[in-house]
């Protein structure tokens, strides 16, 4: 499809090469993809319905739904939400591509994106024709009315929490305007300096979901990015807009999927265990990379390290991979990123240990 950026990671094929002819192996901390092991009891939760032949429902099972409430009550203070007004999605990426088209933004519509973005925001805009502005503040938008709005607090890529404050003057300026405000926090249960704030929790939202949408994912909290687990709610009306053109779309998430989602919500010990793996790691690459002479800003949260030593993003990258290590250069994420790296804590202990003795030799 023209129009469309070229695809980001295909760029680091250079940078992969080198670092896969270190003799101890490449460490690859360039994606954000799970390495640990899906939990056995979700692993039977999803064989336990293997068998099922019927078409799923578009809505999910009403246990799923019902799980995903009662785990936004206990894990993120998050009351209020109806089980209908939650939608199970195939992961969050797609559900992040197409919202702008499914919401029914009109072409030339302006969709407001962070300065520093996960590049499907701007994908998703450009699916839907839209104009993509970046902007992490409300005065530099002026007098435009945007369509949508952005939020992604953890960030991807900067590990940045943003204020209740800030997200609920957000709130506010977008209501005002008619704009849907969309928050990606697939990051929330991964707070390590900053504690996360959701934006249905009613200090935001003053107790109304009212044009809000709040994006989940079970990718990272439970290691099911392989299993395409996610969810979308708050607004009713815009859930329900959303479950409407998705029935017609047949965009449903398996069964299996939606049996293992219900174990994997109803279960925190699992995202505890999971969360203090990846604060093990963080401990690890930050005084590894603060000892080889890096900056790490933000990062109070996520799964990355947002690391600077002042040069180009690329000269880093090269810097990383003739040590066997592969990073992402913080020019994918927007302009605004062009002397960081992004720096992701999903190796498994032995591939970070690597790593951090490479970077203190």
């Known amino acids: 499809m023209t129009g469309l950026p070229d695809f980001p ?29 899906v939990p ?15 078409y799923p429902t578009t809505h999910g099972t009403p246990e799923l739904r019902e799980a995903a409430v009662r785990a936004l009550s206990r894990r993120f203070d998050v009351g209020g939400v109806a089980p209908k007004d939650v939608l199970p999605t195939i992961g969050s990426k797609e559900l992040v591509a197409w919202l ?28 839907a ?66 504690e996360p704030v959701s934006v249905l929790h009613p200090s935001v939202n003053e107790g109304s979901t009212e ?9 990272k909290s439970s290691s099911l990015a392989g299993y395409r687990a996610g969810f979308v709610t708050g607004d009713p009306a815009l859930v329900a807009g959303l479950l409407s053109v998705r029935k017609h779309a047949g965009m449903i998430v398996p069964r299996p999927v939606q049996e293992a989602m219900t174990v994997a919500l109803s279960d925190d010990d699992h995202v ?34 947002w690391a600077t030593r002042g040069e180009d993003a690329w000269q880093t990258v090269s810097w990383f991979a003739d040590r066997g290590i592969l990073v992402a250069p913080g020019t994918f994420y927007g302009p605004t990123g062009s002397q960081h790296v992004r720096v992701a804590l999903t190796a498994t202990d032995e591939r970070v240990a690597a790593a951090a003795a490479r970077l203190t030799a």
């Open 272 to 305: 505890n265990a999971q969360k203090n793996r990846y604060r093990a790691r963080r401990d690890v690459l930050k005084a590894a990379l603060t000892e080889a002479g890096f900056k790490i800003d933000h990062s109070e949260a996520g799964l990355y390290l």
């Open 129 to 194: 024709a839209a104009t993509v502005v970046r902007a992490d503040g409300l005065t530099a938008l002026g007098p435009q009315k945007p369509s949508i709005i952005w939020l992604n607090s953890p960030s991807n890529p900067t590990g940045r929490v943003l204020p209740v404050a800030h997200l609920r003057k957000v709130v506010t300026w977008a209501r005002e305007r008619g704009a849907t405000v969309i928050s990606d926090e697939c990051y929330l249960s991964l707070g390590w300096d900053a």
């Open 211 to 219: 044009g809000i949408l709040s994006v989940h994912s079970l990718s």
């Open 100 to 127: 702008p088209t499914l919401l029914g933004t009109s072409p030339g519509s302006i969709v407001v994106i962070p300065e520093l973005a996960y590049p499907t925001y701007e994908v998703g805009a450009l699916l």
């Open 9 to 37: 990671w295909d760029s680091l094929a250079g940078p992969t090469a080198t670092a896969r002819e270190h003799p101890d192996g490449v460490v690859d901390l360039s994606v954000g993809t799970p390495v640990d092991p």
């Open 40 to 54: 056995d009891k979700i692993r039977a939760a999803l064989a336990a319905v293997s068998d099922r032949a019927g």
